[in-house]
T-cell receptor
Framework: DGGITQSPKYLFRKEGQNVTLSCEQN?????MYWYRQDPGQGLRLIYY???????QKGDIAEGYSVSREKKESFPLTVTSAQKNPTAFYLC??????????FGSGTRLTVV | RKEVEQDPGPFNVPEGATVAFNCTYS??????FFWYRQDCRKEPKLLMS???SGNEDGRFTAQLNRASQYISLLIRDSKLSDSATYLC??????????????FGTGTQLKVEL
């Protein structure tokens, strides 16, 4: 089954803990993105990568880190420095016609 | 000013009604435009691209006015299954090339019997 896969679907984090969200794609796309969605705020760009071994900060990168060691994988780490991590996290690839295709998302909750 | 602005709604309409959503964007250099649909607690999915000439896909019609920096979506003969949040999306591009989509906060549509 081709596409973009995010895991886990739900994640609970304790205060002060780092957690890593997985994003994998088998569509051979170069560009991958991480967005965060909060109620009433729309999607905001955290990090993006246009090629393997390179990534750039988006609009709200503080408290997050990423890596792009393989074309297929773009994991996001939510660090303890992120003060308000509870949100819906969406990974995307840049698809045809300049649009995006999203993974099914990870809901992160701080407990 | 937000880069992409939409009326959040909700728009509550009876089945069979015609409903229109509007959106404005601030970056005049924006390259391409889209409407995405997002169901509750799901990921956004591409509904349609928006072109200056206007485009139609079944009951859905999208329009772009570059001079006014205005995008619209018209849904005719609303169905219960159209109930969702509709996101106005603009490709503002990345420095050095590549796509960066900027999202409006979405307009919620509820179609009722």
């Amino acid at each position: 089954d081709g596409g973009i896969t995010q895991s886990p679907k739900y994640l609970f984090r304790k205060e002060g803990q780092n957690v890593t969200l997985s994003c994998e794609q088998n569509l051979n796309h170069d560009a991958m993105y991480w967005y965060r969605q909060d109620p009433g705020q729309g999607l905001r760009l955290i990090y993006y990568s246009q090629i393997v071994n390179d990534f750039q900060k988006g609009d709200i990168a503080e408290g997050y880190s990423v890596s792009r060691e393989k074309k297929e994988s773009f994991p996001l780490t939510v660090t303890s420095a992120q003060k308000n991590p509870t949100a819906f996290y969406l990974c995307a690839i840049s698809d045809r016609d300049d649009g995006y295709t999203f993974g099914s998302g990870t809901r992160l909750t701080v407990v | 000013r937000k880069e992409v602005e939409q009326d959040p709604g909700p728009f509550n309409v009876p089945e069979g009604a015609t409903v229109a959503f509007n959106c404005t964007y601030s970056n005049s250099a924006s390259q391409s435009f889209f409407w995405y649909r997002q169901d509750c607690r799901k990921e956004p999915k591409l509904l349609m691209s928006v072109y200056s000439s206007g485009n139609e896909d079944g009951r859905f019609t999208a329009q772009l006015n570059r001079a006014s920096q205005y995008i619209s979506l018209l849904i005719r003969d609303s169905k219960l299954s159209d109930s969702a949040t509709y996101l106005c999306v603009v490709n503002t591009g990345l420095t050095g090339g590549g796509n960066k989509l900027t999202f409006g906060t979405g307009t919620q549509l509820k179609v009722e019997l």
